[in-house]
């Protein structure tokens, strides 16, 4: 086939052309009826059900969590309704033994791979116990810094590699976390060295009260993966089915080493960015937020699993009943965990401490034997 001639000076047929390999997937509409039959992932009726119930546990516990941080028993808490599909069924595609980086709003998938909800609520009262995770547990804590969980995801997934383990490492980022320099260098990296990592950039519209369209030029944020040698894909972050089939072939290709995957989810949270002032209605029209109230993850789930026969009313009843009791539960524990004192949270920075920290640590002992 004779190739088009292009004029490599038409910078404005450059910007066209830049984004036409980018379309969204998607697998459910917004009513919950199947768009594209070739995509329909291969999963057995308990197993979507058993997602379902993953979405809506995670729904209650956001419910749940907001109320207890007003109500004072919790302390740092960021939203997560709304984010259910891009975050449970991304998560549901991988195994126990793969290796979770999660940001600081990922704390579903990380109690979903293993940690218990009591130690999750701990670390979000800046508890260290929150910290000690089980031995068997393929995580690292949720990184606060944005970014940064890109590049330690490299490095794990590079050690995934090396080890020849049929495994990924893989993390989250937000459309904010896709303009720090960690996140090109991780993804950079992790391209060079053909690491096992599948990458997420949650594109939830806003970094704060940065609006995606101030954040970068790039038309999809799926394109950044481009440059760094690497397949990237964007994908309907609110349809359950599509999140799940995208990342599981995502992970076969890392795992069969042909290196690492970059997956933009378009979604959206509800609530405010973190419960410590945050106020949406300065920075987000009712418009806007009716829009994508109508494009509802558990709704559309809902709606295909309901019609067939998988799902019911008192299904989901259940659900948000032993949910509410889990919190409980795990909420009473948490309320009675001895607090923390400076001088554990000192030492548990250092294995062996420097001077400067342990003058600190016999300084607060003092005073805490008094
Ligand atoms: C390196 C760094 N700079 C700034 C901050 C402050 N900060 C916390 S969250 C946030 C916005 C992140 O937005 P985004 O990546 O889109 O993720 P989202 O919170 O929407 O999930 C910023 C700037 C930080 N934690 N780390």
């Not at 599948?198 to 940065?210: D, E, L, M, P, R």
């Not at 494009?295 to 709606?303: E, Q, S």
């Given at each position: 086939m004779a190739k088009k001639k292009v004029n490599p000076l038409d910078f404005a047929a450059f910007l066209e052309g830049m984004n036409e390999n980018f379309p969204t997937v998607q697998v459910l509409d917004v009513n919950g009826k199947v768009v594209n039959e070739d995509l329909v992932p291969d999963l057995s009726d308990d197993e979507l059900v058993e997602l379902m119930s993953r979405m809506v546990w995670s729904r209650v516990l956001d419910q749940r969590s907001t109320a207890l941080n007003r109500q004072g028993r919790l302390g740092f808490f960021a939203p997560t309704a709304g984010q259910e599909a891009s975050q449970l069924a991304s998560h549901f595609a991988m195994t126990k033994e793969d290796v979770l980086l999660p940001g600081y709003r990922d704390v579903p998938q990380l109690i979903q791979h293993g940690l218990p909800l009591k130690e999750a609520f701990l670390w979000s009262k800046g508890h260290a116990a929150g910290?000690?995770?089980?031995?068997?547990?393929?995580?690292l804590p949720p990184q606060i810094i944005i970014g940064a969980q890109y590049v330690q995801a490299a490095g794990v997934a590079l050690g995934l590699k090396k080890r020849n383990k049929p495994n990924v490492a893989f993390t989250y980022?937000?459309?904010?976390?896709?303009?720090?320099?960690?996140?090109?260098?991780g993804i950079n990296f992790a391209g060079?060295?053909?690491?096992?990592?599948?990458?997420?950039?949650?594109?939830?519209?806003?970094?704060?009260?940065?609006?995606?369209?101030?954040?970068?030029?790039a038309t999809t944020l799926a394109q950044k993966g481009i440059a760094a040698g690497i397949p990237s894909i964007q994908v309907d972050g609110m349809d359950a089915l599509a999140v799940y089939k995208v990342t599981k072939a995502a992970r076969d290709w890392a795992i069969a080493g042909n290196g690492p995957v970059l997956i933009e989810t378009l979604t959206y949270r509800y609530g405010p960015h973190t419960l410590s002032g945050d106020d949406p209605t300065r920075y987000r029209s009712q418009e806007v937020e009716d829009e994508w109230a109508g494009?509802?993850?558990?709704?559309?789930?809902?709606?295909y699993l309901t019609e067939k026969g998988l799902w019911s009313e008192e299904k989901e009843e259940?659900?948000?009943e032993a949910t509410k009791e889990e919190v409980k539960e795990a909420i009473k524990a948490t309320d009675s965990t001895p607090k923390q004192k400076v001088s554990d949270f000192l030492k548990n920075m250092f294995e062996v401490s420097p001077q400067s920290i342990q003058e600190q640590i016999d300084i607060y002992e003092a005073k805490e034997s008094k």
């Open positions: 910290n000690e995770y089980p031995a068997d547990l393929k995580a980022t937000g459309d904010g976390g896709s303009s720090q320099g960690d996140f090109y260098e060079a060295m053909k690491a096992n990592a599948v990458f997420f950039i949650q594109n939830n519209g806003y970094a704060i009260s940065t609006p995606r369209e101030l954040q970068t030029a494009k509802d993850p558990l709704n559309r789930f809902r709606i259940a659900v948000i």
